[in-house]
Structures are given as C-alpha cells and as structure tokens.
C-alpha cells in the first residue's frame, strides 16, 4: 500500500507564492506516475499538474508558466511551487499517485483522473486579495 500526506497550504496574498509537498511511502518498486488535483468548492476535481518517472510533465492550461511540479525520487517526495497566484487558485490541493512505467500512461491519467489509485488527504490554499 502506498500513502500519501500533503503539507504546505496556507494563506496568501493574490501575487504571492506558495509550495506545496507531498511525502510518500509505501512504494513497492515499481515506476509511479504522480500529480497534484485541486477541487475548489463546489467545482469539480481538476487536474492541475502530473510527473512521470521519466521527469516529463503535464500541466493545465491554466496554470502554465506559474506552477512547476518536481519529485525527489531519492526522498520520495513531490513538489509544486506555486507563484503568481490568482484568487481562482484557492482550493482544496490533493497530492495522488499510480503505477505507471511510461510518460504516455501518465498524460493518459492524467486526462482521466480516476485512473489515479492513491491519494492523499488534502491541503488546504486560501487566496486573498
């Protein structure tokens, strides 16, 4: 089994920047495909950003140019540094993972959120102005 415990969240001012972690555990070996998910309320789980083992990486259009998503495979760990933020931001950040042994899986999951197997609990961004 794997587990997956977020940390990072908090408040800041529309501009400012905030980086997010995600501590994992568990693994069994096998190559992971990882991503961060927000979900605002009432809004829909969107995918904001994903890593295959490989280091290619997938973003949303919306957070393009602002967001970078990054893994420490030796302290297995996942990151993603937020700068620029807007208001539209704030949600509910979830760190996931599932085994994968190609970048191509990964985008694929990536487009189909459902396909991620593991996740973590959830930390909180607020964003004011």
């Known amino acids: 089994q794997v587990q997956l415990v977020e940390s990072g969240g908090g408040s800041v001012q529309a501009g400012g920047s905030l980086r997010l972690s995600c501590a994992a555990s568990?693994?069994?070996?096998?190559?992971?495909?990882m991503a961060w998910i927000r979900q605002g309320p009432g809004k829909e789980r969107e995918g904001v950003a994903a890593?295959?083992?490989?280091?290619?990486?997938t973003y949303q259009d919306s957070v393009k140019g602002r967001f970078t998503i990054s893994r420490d495979s030796a302290e297995n760990t996942l990151y993603l540094q937020m700068n620029s933020l807007k208001l539209e931001d704030a949600a509910m950040y979830y760190c996931?993972?599932?085994?994968?042994?190609?970048?191509?899986?990964?985008?694929?999951?990536?487009?189909?959120?459902?396909?991620?197997?593991?996740w973590g609990q959830g930390t909180q961004v607020t964003v004011s102005s």
């Open positions: 996931a993972a599932v085994p994968a042994w190609n970048s191509a899986f990964c985008e694929g999951a990536f487009r189909e959120l459902k396909t991620f197997r593991y």
């Open positions: 890593i295959a083992s490989d280091g290619t990486t």
């Open positions: 568990g693994a069994t070996g096998r190559g992971y495909c």
